[in-house]
């Protein structure tokens, strides 16, 4: 499962407030993803990261911030959550060979 | 990524194999055919992958239609942990091509 590790498993909160979703890894995998999963659209690209430092936009990616000074570390940021961004956002990796992407187990966020 | 549709819905009996359609008419020349599957609230576990030729690992076989517009996903002995939603996705194979899962197949296991 490539290590894969994300927190908080899950969140609510208020429209409007700031959130942070880590991912965590232990593989050392070049790759990084952030995925949302709603019902009716399946899954969604919303950042990638090619290296520390390296990001760029999804298909989903409005209302979303990305960093990654290391490695391991992946962060997603809502600046402002709004109630449409109530979803299950799914943390990837993939290794030099990026035909198989690892996914983490989840984090269900709720915004009220 | 070219579009591809499969059934919503399979049963499959315990230790039979599962046979997983997938239609892939309009995919281009350099376009792989990616298999994943997502077992209820986990994330997505990749399967198998493929260009022309047939495939096999340890967890399924994947056939592709020679002229590519098709393929078939193949759980050898179905157990009831195959029980899950099946993505079959055709992508260019780079990094930053992201995998768009559509609706999926949900395969159901019975004893």
């Known amino acids: 499962d490539a290590g894969i590790t994300q927190s908080p498993r899950h969140k609510v909160t208020e429209t409007g407030t700031p959130v942070t979703l880590r991912c965590h890894q232990t593989?050392?995998?070049?790759?990084m993803y952030w995925y949302r999963q709603d019902p009716g659209h399946g899954l969604r690209l919303i950042h990638y990261?090619?290296?520390?430092?390296?990001?760029d936009k999804g298909e989903v990616s409005d209302g979303y911030s990305v960093s990654r000074s290391k490695t391991e570390d992946f962060l997603l940021t809502l600046e402002s959550a709004t109630s449409s961004q109530t979803s299950v956002y799914f943390c990837?990796?993939?290794?030099?060979?990026?035909?198989?992407?690892?996914f983490g187990p989840g984090t269900r966020l709720t915004v009220l | 990524d070219a579009k591809t549709t499969q059934p919503t819905s399979m049963d499959c009996a315990e230790g039979r194999a599962a046979n997983l359609p997938c239609n892939h008419s309009t995919i281009s020349g350099n376009e792989y055919v990616y298999w994943y599957r997502q077992i209820h609230s986990q994330g997505p576990q990749y399967i198998i992958h493929g260009l022309k030729n047939n495939e096999t690992n340890e967890m399924a076989s994947l056939i592709i239609t020679e002229d590519r517009k098709s393929s078939t996903l193949i759980l050898p002995h179905a157990t009831l942990r195959d029980t899950a939603v099946y993505y079959c996705?055709?992508?260019?194979?780079?990094?930053?091509?992201?995998?768009?899962f559509g609706g999926g197949t949900r395969l159901m296991v019975k004893p």
């Open positions: 996705i055709a992508r260019l194979n780079n990094a930053g091509n992201m995998l768009t």
């Open positions: 990837a990796t993939a290794g030099q060979s990026y035909n198989e992407q690892f």
């Open positions: 990261s090619y290296g520390v430092k390296d990001t």
């Open positions: 593989e050392n995998h070049r790759y």
